[in-house]
């Protein structure tokens, strides 16, 4: 138990989290391309889970490039809720299929579970598009990315020189 406090004073580095935030983004990376195999509603939860993974493990780093993290955020928020959307019509147009009489095309059931699914397949579409964005480096490229701008970040605080943010030179 000491060995685990031990570990938890200490300060977070690089090579103490490098392999989860690989490992995280390799299988979103992996349940994106699934997506373009088999579009099954397992596929898309299987792609929520690693979407809110990469999440959290980008909340960690979020002090070493503030701004890109939060864009990376936002988009991952973005495509967490068309994930959820999406389950949630499926769920409805199963519902309706299982409890509604879909022989009769002039049903109001029939017709609504038309417009949900037509719906739920928009959504799919949209939520593989920005997949495909979010998870278009390769696991090797997105460490990188984020090594350098580790060792950039650790540059600065070494050198005690104000933040980026501090200067204001957007403004």
């Known amino acids: 138990m000491a060995n685990l406090k031990d570990n938890l004073s200490k300060p977070l580095t690089l090579d103490t989290i490098a392999s989860g935030l690989k490992r995280v983004y390799q299988r979103g990376r992996k349940a994106q391309k699934n997506l373009s195999d088999a579009q099954t509603n397992e596929d898309f939860h299987e792609l929520q889970k690693r979407v809110n993974y990469l999440a959290v493990q980008l909340e960690i780093v979020h002090p070493i490039w503030p701004d890109m993290i939060d864009l990376w955020r936002s988009e991952l928020e973005k495509l967490s809720q068309l994930l959820v959307t999406s389950e949630g019509l499926f769920q409805l147009s199963e519902f309706l299929r299982t409890h509604g009489d879909m022989s ?68």
Do not use: C
């Open 104 to 171: 009769d095309k002039n049903n109001g059931v029939y017709l609504m579970n038309t417009l949900v699914e037509g719906h739920g397949e928009q959504v799919q579409q949209h939520a593989m598009l920005l997949a495909q964005k979010v998870y278009s480096l390769k696991p090797k490229h997105f460490l990188k990315l984020l090594t350098s701008a580790w060792e950039a970040h650790d540059s600065e605080r070494a050198q005690q020189i104000l933040p980026s943010e501090k200067l204001k030179l957007s403004e």
